[in-house]
């Protein structure tokens, strides 16, 4: 079976679906993936044939800005982004872009089946072109009706330019629909495709050949063990690191900040001795020494620390991070600060309730008990092999 996977070109969109390309390659099937030319060594040294495909973010964004000169986006509530952006960003300017370097793909390298991302639009519209099924695997949320229904008119177009019906779900749910989400953490239900959404026990990734750990962390001294990302696309505002730095600078705990690659971290400035800036550690490696994390609420960072069972603040900076936010709040898994309350002070005060109170680490450790429980990849490539095989 040759399996085609289709990736936004962001580290968050492509992470989430290497163990699953790793699952399939293990058990003898062709894996290929499709992602923008700055993640196309990424997929690479991970092993595995990659194309270039789709829209650099830095690019999307210049096209958002020309398609919207009036910025409307930098004015919108957190409850309205997710909303927003889906079918502007991901429908309007990253699936015509994708859409038109996959086809050609699809028509060269002929796979049986595409696996995408669902924040990937594109993926499924060369599927129904070629006649093969599409999959996708969720990031870590499914969207509610609305949302779908708004990105199923953006890309409306581009199935009819093809001399295909328009999906109404924008082709997510045309085959399987692999969820990674722990059940009591999906604030979204819906009948309407219920039968093809199937539970995925969420992997943290493993590291390409050569990542290592920094060293200092494989003899640090006995004391907590704080990790702050803001993720690879939302990592720009400086001040949230120095909040986290100046709260917790005199703390009886080691702080490790990842601030992504090609970022300089003397812009972080001056550093107390308990304090570590590094632009990039593999977290299937990091989290295992890790007792509090401090991340953006990307999914790929809540849930990879959910299934280790740790607790998190969740400083959310755009895209579903405020949705996930609440869901960590509601959960019981840990504590949310929105950027204008970002300060020194509140970063130490709920740094120190996550590591001092037992409820926190409780319902962490009750998230990592579901996620354990949820099914596993060689269950996932059964049922994308049926899905190939018209079964």
């Known amino acids: 079976m040759r399996v085609l996977i ?16 790793k699952a399939l390659s293990d058990a003898h099937h062709e894996v290929a993936i499709a992602t923008g030319p700055e993640l196309r060594p990424r ?70 089946v595409v696996l995408h991302d669902t924040w990937e639009f594109a993926g499924p519209i060369a599927a129904a072109s070629a006649g093969i099924p599409s999959i996708c695997q969720t990031l870590g949320l499914r969207f509610d009706d ?8 953006a890309v409306a177009p581009l199935w009819r330019q093809r001399g295909l019906e328009p999906d109404p779900a924008a082709g997510l749910y045309r085959s399987l629909c692999l969820d990674i989400t722990p059940p009591s953490f999906q604030r979204y239900e819906s009948a309407r495709n219920r039968s093809v959404i199937h539970p995925l026990r969420p992997i943290t990734e493993p590291p390409v050949p050569g990542e290592l750990l920094p060293a200092w962390i494989e003899h640090r001294r006995e004391v907590p063990l704080v990790y702050m990302t803001l993720g690879t696309n939302t990592n720009s505002d400086v001040s949230m690191f120095r909040s986290v730095i100046d709260g917790l600078d005199d703390l009886d705990v080691d702080v490790l900040i990842t601030i992504g690659f090609g970022k300089d971290p003397s812009l972080i400035g001056p550093l107390p001795r308990n304090v570590h800036v590094e632009n ?19 999914p790929g960072t809540t ?47 709920n740094v120190l309730a996550l590591l001092d109170e037992p409820v926190y680490r409780e319902g962490a ?12 990849l060689e269950e996932a490539v059964h049922l994308i092999e049926e899905v190939a095989d018209g079964r």
């Open 146 to 153: 609305r949302i779908l229904d708004s990105v199923a008119d």
């Open 303 to 349: 849930l990879s620390s959910l299934a280790r069972g740790l607790p998190l603040l969740i400083l959310p900076q755009g895209a579903d991070q405020y949705v996930i936010g609440d869901l960590v709040l509601a959960a019981g898994v840990g504590l949310l600060l929105a950027p204008p309350d970002v300060t020194p002070s509140t970063i130490r005060a």
């Open 43 to 112: 997929a690479e040294a991970a092993g595995f044939m990659a194309f270039d495909a789709g829209l650099a973010i830095s690019t999307a964004f210049e096209r958002l800005t020309e398609l919207f000169p009036d910025q409307t986006y930098n004015r919108l509530e957190p409850a309205e982004i997710l909303g927003w952006y889906l079918p502007h960003l991901f429908g309007d300017i990253f699936a015509p872009a994708m859409l038109g370097d996959l086809e050609p793909l699809v028509r060269s390298w002929r796979p049986d």
């Open 280 to 298: 990039y550690v593999p977290q299937s490696l990091l989290l295992p020494h890790c007792t509090v994390v401090i991340c953006h609420g990307g």
């Open 365 to 376: 450790r009750r998230l990592r008990r579901e996620i354990a429980a949820m099914p596993g």
């Open 6 to 21: 289709t990736s936004i070109s962001g580290y968050g969109h492509l992470q989430p679906l290497l163990p699953l390309a």
